[in-house]
């Protein structure tokens, strides 16, 4: 009976997190989609091909969010969002307040800015993909001397819902071409545990006949 039970649990299928890619985007197309609302035209991306952005992005020139409105989402416990983020111009780090939001909850709310921070780095959330540019010649990229530069985000959070809106906000942005930003290749993911059914190795059901079978003969030696 034990053995039957173990080669039974063999057979079962396993239990594991399953992600699904609900949203990509690189603006590639020339066009946002109909997801997308609010503020912000596909434009060039300056050169940051370089750091990982397509030859186009979606930039936000003033202080309109750029929303991102999804529906018809499965059963899920969490969502992950990932974009690259570009500061264009000059976005003062000590004055300039950058939001992200999913369902209206803040992601990120904070200084964020590539001009006037003490570390003289490009400051914001996630990971630099490239600092100022110290020389706008040297290298050619960006839009302005000295100061654009891009960064690589992620967050993950709880999520249970069947739509999902973020938005990416420059609230108090002195708009082009003084300040400016930008994101490209968006991935939306969401993450639920579900069965995922594997199917056994052939050396499993071997072992496991094999088992059967010996136990089967057990059986016979002492029913005699």
Known sequence: MRFSLIAAALLLPAVGAAQTTVYTNTFESGVAGAAFSGGGTVQGTGGLDVFGFGAQHLKN???????????????????????????????????????ITA?????????????????????????????????????????????????????????????????????NSQNAPDESFGIDNILVQTNATAPVTTAPEPGTYLLVA??????????????R
């Open 61 to 99: 020139d003033g202080t309109a969010a750029s929303i991102l409105t999804l529906g018809g989402l499965a059963s899920h416990s969490s969502m992950s969002l990932t974009f690259d983020l570009a500061m264009w111009d000059s976005i003062d780090y000590n004055d300039d307040t950058f939001q």
């Open 103 to 171: 369902d209206g909850v803040n992601l990120f709310s904070g200084t964020f800015g590539n001009y006037g921070a003490q570390s003289g780095q490009c400051e914001g959330p996630g990971t630099v993909l490239t600092p100022p540019f110290l020389d706008f010649n040297n290298p050619n990229y960006g839009y302005s001397a000295n100061h654009d530069c891009a960064r690589h985000v992620t967050f993950s959070f709880a999520h249970t819902s069947s739509s999902a809106v973020f938005s990416w906000q420059y609230p």
């Open 210 to 223: 094999a088992g059967l079978g010996a136990m089967f003969t057990v059986r016979r030696k002492v029913a």
